[in-house]
């Protein structure tokens, strides 16, 4: 197994200034390695005329950052399969996140607005209208009343009545 050795402060700094992956701690990598606090690496660094760039962003902050990202997608009308995919995480993630925040799933949305565009129908109000009220396109509306508001249901899946 490879080792980085560590002779003199040189190479610590040369390490600093190569290490490929720069969207990591670097001086953490640094003071992991060397078994030196990270103040010192710092400190050698600086001594040095380096100048330290961006370090990785603490943990808390990537997490905020992400859930910023499902809000914005979320609020964009996305599924949690399609979050899931933008974001490349587990749709379980996305999930977790949506009911954490209490938040319904796209589904659940429609199956709210089709409960909406009922209620305006019995209201009296045109397509038209109920589309203007509910962010809808008209031909959405349209169908949505010729099927009486109700979900497309899979073949075989009709609910039968017992008469």
């Not at 720069?22 to 103040?39: A, F, N, W, Y």
């Not at 005329?49 to 499902?70: D, N, S």
């Not at 995480?89 to 996305?94: L, P």
């Amino acid at each position: 197994m490879y080792t980085t050795v560590f002779t003199n402060d040189d190479d610590i700094v040369n390490h600093y200034k190569n290490y490929m992956d720069k969207g990591v701690d670097r001086i953490q990598i640094l003071s992991d390695l060397t078994l030196k606090p990270k103040k010192e690496i710092v400190k050698i660094l600086h001594e040095h005329g380096v100048e330290i760039g961006e370090v990785a962003k603490p943990r808390e902050l990537v997490k905020e950052e992400r859930e910023a990202e499902f809000l914005r997608l979320y609020n964009q009308g996305l599924t949690d399969m399609k979050i899931a995919r933008k974001m490349h995480i587990c749709e379980m993630t996305v999930f977790y996140w949506r009911q954490g925040n209490s938040l319904l799933s796209q589904q659940e949305l429609k199956g709210n607005k089709r409960a909406e565009c009922l209620a305006l129908h019995n209201q009296g109000l045109s397509d038209y209208e109920i589309a203007k009220a509910t962010g809808l396109s008209h031909s959405t509306v349209y169908r949505w009343r010729l099927k009486g508001y109700k979900k497309n249901r899979p073949a075989g899946t009709e609910t039968v009545s017992a008469n």
